[in-house]
């Protein structure tokens, strides 16, 4: 996505004070300001996640200096394995809900002093993906041909580093979870508290296992060459969104 940016000036995670250096492979640990499609943007090449270690609050940090930044809009991304059999390993999905078992269980970004300078205490979060945008989303998918393999679901977010066993990932399916993923939650509690508005798109990179002993193991190298071959259809949709949204 870097390089459709331009005019980009560059900065390193490790010199960015409070932000934290990402470890996870494929995760750069950049924050690139510049412009797309006449637009400001920063972009993180990388994050950091809860399974490195973090605290949820840690994870989300950066959102909250892209509010002190003046970003309306966040824009999230993520690889996710697929909870809904009739999702297909290079699908995308606009993401229209989540599930955030880690976070109802008390580890997320809000808990603690609120900091009301942000947003309020308690903040509602049944419509934390912005209709508006998801429709967007939905018909610039369509529009560049890509109506066929562009979903609408839900993402689930586990801690991991683990990915799911075959009863973690039925489960998933009777709550209602369409993909399954390790990240993304967090920043989007901490976007919304703070008023931030929220469009996400999950590439599927695997389908989750859901058959006992069926000889099948998911790899995080998998999830990286899967999830490159899906970053093309995603950086043409998300450029053609950052050019129509206001
Ligand atoms: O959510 P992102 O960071 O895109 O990547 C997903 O893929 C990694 C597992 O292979 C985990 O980091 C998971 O969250
Ligand atoms: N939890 C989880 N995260 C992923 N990230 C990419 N694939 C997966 C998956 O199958 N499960």
């Known amino acids: 996505m870097v390089k459709l940016l331009t005019d980009t000036d560059s900065f390193e995670f490790r010199d960015i004070p ?9 995760h750069a640990g950049r924050l690139v300001f510049g412009s797309l499609q006449s637009k400001s943007v920063v972009l993180m090449q990388g994050r950091v996640h809860m399974y490195e270690g973090h605290s949820a609050k840690k994870v989300a940090f950066p959102v909250r200096v892209f509010k002190l930044l003046g ?7 993520n690889a996710a394995g697929a909870i809904n059999r009739t999702y297909n390993v290079g699908d995308l999905m606009v ?16 808990v603690g002093v609120n900091d009301s300078r942000f947003g309020p205490r308690f903040l509602a979060m049944s419509s934390a993906y912005d209709k508006g945008l998801r429709s ?54 901490v976007a919304r508290h703070c008023g931030i508005r929220v469009f996400g798109v999950s590439v599927v990179t695997n389908r989750c296992v859901m058959e006992l002993d ?5 790899s995080h190298e998998d999830v990286l060459t899967m999830g490159e071959k899906g970053s093309a259809d995603m950086q043409r949709l998300i450029s053609k969104f950052v050019d129509k949204i206001d």
């Open 214 to 218: 069926s000889g099948e193991e998911l």
């Open 95 to 110: 993401i229209c809900d989540h599930i955030n078992l880690v976070g109802l269980a008390g580890l997320n970004p809000l």
């Open 71 to 77: 970003v309306k809009t966040l824009i999230v991304t």
């Open 136 to 189: 967007l989303g939905l018909k610039l998918a369509e529009e560049l041909g890509m109506k066929e393999f562009v979903r609408e679901g839900v993402y689930s977010f586990q801690c991991g580093p683990f990915f799911e066993t075959v009863a973690e990932s039925r489960l998933l399916n009777v709550l209602g979870a369409d993909v399954a993923g390790m990240s993304t939650v967090p920043e989007v509690l």
């Open 18 to 26: 409070n932000f934290t250096t990402s470890t996870a492979p494929g």
